[in-house]
């Protein structure tokens, strides 16, 4: 008995013990929260929470080396270790360009300052959200078979055409050694057939970089390029010829497929190497290519010359006539062919386009071939950013022991100094004017003749003087340097790998990554694009073809509708006539002026502009708004666009030079019945022409940055400067704001820059929102008097959305691995998530606010009762008190009145 009363006094003292040392663990646990929540000064802090800076994207890209495995045009076999110093100079991170916006344009800046692309009080309007964005690049190199080289080499000998149909050549006046015939291949049908080989290596979904060296098909006082359609001596042949010309557009195209090679090859599965070994692949695909239309090429040349061409179906003829190419195309082409030879048989005013050595395709990919040209193009007046023949790395030579014979004289070291070409010619003349210079400079009137700087630099000058036949390695010598001068000197392979970075760089930069307008490009699931057409004639229809082709229009604008997006289109016609407000603010915004201009030959003239004032037309439009017209949402955006058709005697342009100017509330876009107005860029010494009736090019550019975020592919940001710079490198191929094309079509990869624009958008919006909530609660104080707004604030709901919030930030920083749906879905999650903390954050502050509210009226109230209480015992203390006191005196005084007795 005595046992169990033991064990339960036991019992209760261990319960006692538990008891106690839980209270006391929830006071340490309570102490605890209490010292994090005063040491954390704020709410932001104790939450652990810090503003946003940025983000980065992941994005991939492959290079492809075809020809450098010594079987190219110089021999150059590019070996791992070349490839592995190359890498180590390509930058994998790059920061997200914003251009400020100042009306940018589908077109060019002709003005030799590019401040006029950027208005300071535009610029100010401008709120910067989300600073910081940045790329990670990852880049691949892709090693193939020589075989593909071998394939493409024979593509170029099948393919190749002169541009001169008969035998004379441009530059008769020019030396015989600057005489240059040239040739070109159809742009398109070489691509598809890179495209071919892409899709057989599952490549198509990342951006490709071809850089090629194949051997020249041409000879060597002769020049390639690659354009498409034909040049200007063979579209003036097909126009006047009568024999097969087609009317009906429609029966041509019937039957025409969209691909020229096949593409439907085994896909291999995705490496995430970095430098990939596919020659074994890429051998397959070659392999395969040839069983499939070897055949062909024999029998293409069989059934022409049989003049069976239903039973043709690879290649254009060699050296056949302009006619007999166009029936073949007529019979065995793709659609956008087919639609070519339509044009040309029924327009008389069409141009050839530019010759060049690069094109961008139509889909996430871009070749230059190094052994094409001489090429140039750009601005005719400023020449900023202008792309030259200097612009790409040239070959470095390498010594053979025996050359082929021809008229050229022969170098030291076997190799034909006819190689050298013209811009050798005038590297060379650059450094005999400079060695002069420096003689004239230090020692033709100096005393140190004798010095040995002087020695080696009469020594150089009497070689160039003297030798008239200089071998490769002397020209290495006398322009890329020594590679004994010190080994600061880069030798030709060092300089050539050098360039070549310079073209990957410049591709990431105007095609992978190019900077967007400051201009909101949120994503909207319905686009309603607004047209109105305003014009002051009747002659003809502006919106009809060959005029602003508004199908067309449509057609191209719906390649950047994403699957779940929406485009609408309304169209309404106001003709001036019937609208004299309308007619009088048109009036108001038309402007002329005197400006000078160069022509073709190289002339300077004074030209005669008459121009709308954008800016005027934008205010005059504004007073005249609708206000019936739908309004934005948040699911909808208006795109106004304003069509001004003119039919003077004289062309209208919008700011003196623009076909199409984007604005920051609208688009306008300018028409006037001229089929060729020479414009202000020139290519290979020939001016480009736009047709003024159609200004659908310069107009497709303009609205897809309104919308989209495009920018002209040759504009580049100068964070150095803080201004716009140039580089006309890249702005080539058919898209609508390539200016050595007149087709237009965007590609795959704009439609990439969109969709990646939207994303960027999304990041910026959500971690300026993330970052005013983080704010927010930085205002809430932590302290002893407010801690129990620990249990008032839904601390747990924030970060558990905050925690959401991340995660989809994660998720949409890997895109590329996000089928579109999945991309939309993850943007609107985080719309809703940044929402949801933005109400919780605003909730945060309004319950601490009316804590402190709460707080100090109950101090108040407490004080006033306590100031009360205290009046309420003062009169009864001073009673009682007195009571004390007279009772105090009353005994005090009798007694000392009690009388003595004796």
């Given at each position: 008995?005595?046992w169990?009363?033991?064990s339960?006094?036991?019992?209760?003292?261990?319960i006692?013990?538990?008891w106690?040392?839980?209270?006391?663990m929830?006071?340490?646990?309570?102490?605890?929260?209490?010292?994090?929540?005063?040491?954390?000064?704020?709410?932001?802090?104790?939450?652990?929470?810090?503003?946003?800076?940025?983000?980065?994207?992941?994005?991939?890209?492959?290079?492809i080396?075809?020809?450098?495995n010594?079987?190219?045009?110089?021999?150059?076999?590019?070996?791992?270790?070349?490839?592995?110093?190359?890498?180590?100079?390509?930058?994998?991170?790059k920061?997200?360009?914003?251009?400020?916006?100042?009306?940018?344009h589908?077109?060019?800046?002709?003005?030799?300052s590019?401040?006029s692309?950027?208005?300071?009080?535009?610029?100010?309007?401008?709120?910067?959200?989300?600073?910081?964005?940045?790329?990670e690049?990852?880049?691949?190199?892709?090693?193939?078979s020589?075989?593909?080289?071998?394939?493409?080499e024979?593509?170029?000998?099948?393919?190749?055409?002169?541009?001169?149909?008969?035998g004379?050549?441009?530059?008769?006046?020019k030396?015989?050694?600057?005489?240059?015939?040239?040739?070109?291949?159809?742009a398109?049908?070489?691509?598809?057939?890179?495209?071919?080989?892409?899709?057989?290596?599952?490549?198509?979904n990342r951006?490709?970089?071809?850089?090629?060296?194949?051997?020249s098909?041409?000879?060597?006082?002769?020049?390639y390029?690659?354009?498409?359609?034909?040049?200007?001596?063979?579209?003036?042949?097909?126009?006047?010829?009568?024999?097969?010309?087609?009317?009906?557009?429609?029966?041509?195209?019937?039957?025409?497929?969209?691909?020229?090679?096949?593409?439907d090859?085994p896909?291999?599965?995705?490496?995430?190497?970095?430098?990939?070994?596919?020659?074994?692949?890429s051998?397959?695909?070659?392999?395969w290519?040839?069983?499939?239309?070897r055949?062909?090429?024999?029998?293409?040349?069989?059934?022409?010359?049989?003049?069976?061409?239903d039973?043709?179906?690879?290649?254009?003829?060699l050296n056949?006539?302009?006619?007999?190419?166009?029936?073949?195309?007529?019979?065995k082409?793709t659609?956008?062919?087919?639609?070519?030879?339509?044009?040309?048989?029924?327009?008389?005013?069409?141009?050839?386009?530019?010759?060049?050595?690069?094109?961008?395709?139509?889909?996430?990919?871009a070749?230059?071939?190094?052994?094409?040209?001489?090429?140039?193009?750009?601005?005719?007046i400023?020449?900023?950013?202008?792309?030259?023949?200097?612009?790409?790395?040239?070959?470095?030579?390498i010594?053979?022991?025996?050359?082929?014979?021809?008229?050229?004289?022969?170098?030291?070291?076997g190799?034909?100094?006819s190689?050298?070409?013209?811009?050798?010619?005038?590297?060379?003349?650059?450094?005999k004017?400079?060695?002069?210079?420096?003689?004239?400079?230090?020692?033709?009137h100096?005393?140190?003749?004798?010095?040995a700087?002087c020695k080696?630099?009469?020594?150089?000058?009497s070689?160039l003087?003297?030798?008239?036949?200089?071998?490769?390695?002397?020209?290495?010598?006398?322009?890329?340097?020594?590679?004994?001068?010190g080994?600061?000197?880069?030798?030709?392979?060092?300089?050539?790998?050098?360039?070549?970075?310079?073209?990957?760089?410049?591709?990431?930069?105007?095609?992978?990554?190019?900077?967007?307008?400051?201009?909101?490009?949120?994503?909207?699931?319905?686009?309603?694009?607004?047209?109105?057409?305003?014009?002051?004639?009747?002659?003809?229809?502006?919106?009809?073809?060959?005029?602003?082709?508004?199908?067309?229009?449509?057609?191209?604008l719906?390649?950047?509708?994403?699957?779940?997006?929406?485009?609408?289109?309304?169209?309404?016609?106001?003709?001036?006539?019937?609208?004299?407000?309308?007619?009088?603010?048109?009036?108001?915004?038309?402007?002329?002026s005197?400006?000078?201009?160069?022509?073709?030959?190289?002339?300077?003239?004074?030209?005669?502009?008459?121009?709308?004032?954008?800016?005027?037309?934008?205010?005059?439009?504004?007073?005249?708004?609708?206000s019936?017209?739908?309004i934005?949402?948040?699911?909808?955006?208006?795109?106004?666009?304003?069509?001004?058709?003119?039919?003077?005697?004289?062309?209208?342009?919008?700011d003196?030079?623009?076909?199409?100017?984007?604005?920051?509330?609208?688009?306008?876009?300018?028409?006037?019945n001229?089929?060729?107005?020479?414009?202000q860029?020139?290519?290979?010494?020939?001016?480009?022409?736009?047709?003024?009736?159609?200004?659908?090019?310069?107009?497709?550019?303009?609205?897809?940055?309104?919308?989209g975020?495009?920018?002209?592919?040759?504009?580049?940001?100068?964070?150095?400067?803080?201004?716009?710079?140039?580089?006309?490198?890249?702005?080539?191929?058919?898209?609508?704001?390539?200016?050595?094309?007149?087709?237009?079509?965007?590609?795959?990869?704009?439609?990439d820059?969109?969709?990646?624009?939207?994303?960027?958008?999304?990041?910026?919006?959500s971690?300026?929102?993330?970052?005013?909530?983080?704010?927010?609660?930085?205002?809430?104080q932590?302290?002893?008097?407010n801690?129990?707004?620990?249990?008032?604030?839904p601390?747990?709901?924030?970060?558990?959305?905050?925690?959401?919030?991340?995660q989809?930030?994660?998720?949409?920083?890997?895109?590329t691995?996000?089928?579109?749906?999945?991309?939309?879905?993850?943007?609107?999650?985080?719309?809703?998530?940044?929402?949801?903390?933005?109400?919780?954050?605003?909730?945060?502050?309004d319950?601490?606010?009316?804590?402190?509210c709460?707080?100090?009226?109950?101090?108040?109230?407490?004080?006033?009762q306590?100031?009360?209480?205290?009046?309420?015992?003062?009169?009864?203390?001073?009673?009682?008190?007195?009571?004390?006191?007279?009772?105090?005196?009353?005994?005090?005084k009798?007694?000392?009145?009690?009388?003595?007795?004796?």
């Amino acid at each position: 008995m005595k046992w169990i009363n033991a064990s339960y006094v036991l019992m209760v003292i261990w319960i006692m013990i538990q008891w106690s040392r839980g209270e006391g663990m929830k006071m340490n646990e309570e102490e605890e929260g209490k010292k994090e929540w005063i040491e954390a000064g704020n709410l932001a802090k104790y939450l652990q929470l810090e503003e946003m800076n940025g983000i980065s994207l992941k994005v991939e890209m492959n290079v492809i080396f075809i020809g450098f495995n010594g079987d190219g045009q110089s021999k150059l076999n590019l070996n791992e270790k070349f490839l592995s110093n190359w890498f180590s100079h390509i930058q994998h991170k790059k920061l997200h360009s914003v251009i400020p916006f100042q009306s940018f344009h589908s077109s060019f800046d002709s003005s030799s300052s590019s401040s006029s692309y950027y208005d300071q009080k535009e610029g100010e309007r401008i709120e910067k959200k989300g600073n910081g964005m940045e790329y990670e690049l990852s880049i691949r190199v892709l090693q193939l078979s020589p075989l593909v080289n071998t394939l493409l080499e024979d593509h170029l000998y099948w393919n190749i055409r002169p541009e001169d149909l008969q035998g004379k050549t441009e530059g008769l006046d020019k030396p015989e050694e600057e005489v240059k015939p040239k040739h070109y291949i159809n742009a398109n049908r070489f691509s598809s057939l890179l495209f071919s080989l892409l899709n057989h290596l599952n490549e198509t979904n990342r951006f490709t970089l071809f850089i090629l060296n194949p051997k020249s098909p041409v000879q060597s006082h002769e020049m390639y390029g690659y354009r498409n359609g034909f040049s200007d001596d063979e579209l003036s042949e097909l126009f006047k010829n009568d024999e097969f010309k087609s009317k009906d557009v429609e029966n041509l195209l019937s039957g025409a497929s969209r691909d020229v090679f096949p593409t439907d090859a085994p896909k291999k599965e995705i490496s995430k190497e970095r430098v990939i070994n596919w020659v074994k692949q890429s051998n397959e695909w070659a392999k395969w290519f040839l069983s499939k239309e070897r055949k062909k090429i024999v029998e293409t040349e069989q059934c022409i010359d049989n003049g069976d061409l239903d039973t043709c179906s690879f290649l254009l003829p060699l050296n056949k006539s302009i006619i007999e190419v166009a029936k073949w195309i007529s019979k065995k082409g793709t659609i956008k062919e087919k639609e070519y030879i339509f044009e040309a048989q029924n327009d008389p005013h069409l141009h050839e386009e530019c010759l060049v050595d690069s094109w961008v395709t139509q889909h996430r990919f871009a070749f230059i071939d190094l052994t094409a040209g001489p090429i140039d193009f750009g601005p005719s007046i400023t020449k900023q950013g202008y792309r030259s023949p200097q612009s790409i790395p040239y070959l470095p030579v390498i010594s053979v022991k025996k050359a082929p014979q021809n008229h050229t004289h022969k170098s030291e070291g076997g190799i034909e100094s006819s190689s050298l070409s013209q811009s050798r010619y005038e590297l060379y003349q650059s450094e005999k004017y400079l060695l002069d210079s420096f003689w004239n400079q230090f020692c033709e009137h100096s005393k140190q003749r004798d010095d040995a700087f002087c020695k080696d630099l009469n020594e150089q000058i009497s070689f160039l003087n003297l030798n008239k036949t200089i071998s490769n390695e002397k020209w290495d010598s006398l322009l890329v340097g020594d590679a004994h001068e010190g080994e600061n000197e880069f030798s030709a392979e060092e300089n050539f790998s050098s360039q070549l970075g310079h073209i990957v760089s410049s591709s990431i930069d105007q095609l992978l990554l190019p900077p967007t307008s400051s201009l909101r490009h949120d994503f909207k699931s319905r686009l309603q694009f607004q047209i109105y057409v305003i014009k002051n004639h009747d002659s003809f229809n502006p919106i009809a073809h060959p005029y602003f082709h508004y199908e067309d229009f449509k057609l191209q604008l719906s390649k950047l509708k994403f699957p779940n997006q929406e485009f609408s289109f309304m169209v309404k016609e106001i003709s001036l006539s019937s609208d004299a407000k309308l007619s009088l603010a048109l009036r108001t915004s038309m402007k002329s002026s005197i400006d000078p201009k160069l022509s073709s030959d190289g002339n300077y003239l004074s030209e005669t502009k008459l121009y709308i004032d954008s800016k005027e037309i934008q205010h005059q439009l504004e007073e005249l708004e609708d206000s019936s017209q739908p309004i934005e949402s948040t699911f909808q955006k208006i795109i106004p666009i304003f069509l001004l058709s003119f039919n003077y005697e004289y062309p209208i342009l919008i700011d003196k030079q623009y076909q199409a100017k984007t604005l920051d509330n609208m688009v306008l876009i300018v028409q006037s019945n001229f089929h060729s107005y020479e414009s202000q860029v020139t290519c290979n010494g020939k001016p480009i022409f736009w047709d003024l009736r159609n200004p659908l090019k310069a107009a497709l550019g303009a609205v897809s940055t309104y919308f989209g975020g495009l920018l002209p592919v040759h504009l580049k940001w100068d964070e150095a400067a803080k201004s716009l710079s140039q580089d006309w490198m890249w702005s080539i191929g058919e898209n609508p704001f390539s200016q050595t094309s007149l087709r237009y079509s965007f590609s795959t990869l704009q439609k990439d820059i969109i969709l990646r624009n939207y994303i960027l958008a999304a990041f910026n919006d959500s971690i300026y929102q993330v970052n005013q909530v983080v704010r927010e609660l930085t205002h809430i104080q932590c302290g002893e008097q407010n801690q129990h707004l620990i249990e008032m604030i839904p601390i747990e709901s924030i970060l558990e959305t905050m925690s959401e919030v991340e995660q989809l930030w994660l998720t949409l920083k890997d895109y590329t691995q996000l089928e579109s749906l999945q991309i939309y879905k993850t943007i609107d999650l985080l719309t809703q998530n940044v929402e949801s903390l933005k109400h919780m954050g605003k909730l945060s502050l309004d319950v601490s606010q009316l804590y402190q509210c709460v707080h100090s009226d109950n101090k108040s109230n407490s004080e006033l009762q306590k100031r009360t209480y205290v009046n309420w015992l003062l009169a009864p203390s001073l009673v009682i008190n007195a009571f004390i006191i007279l009772f105090w005196f009353y005994f005090s005084k009798r007694k000392s009145q009690k009388t003595k007795v004796n």
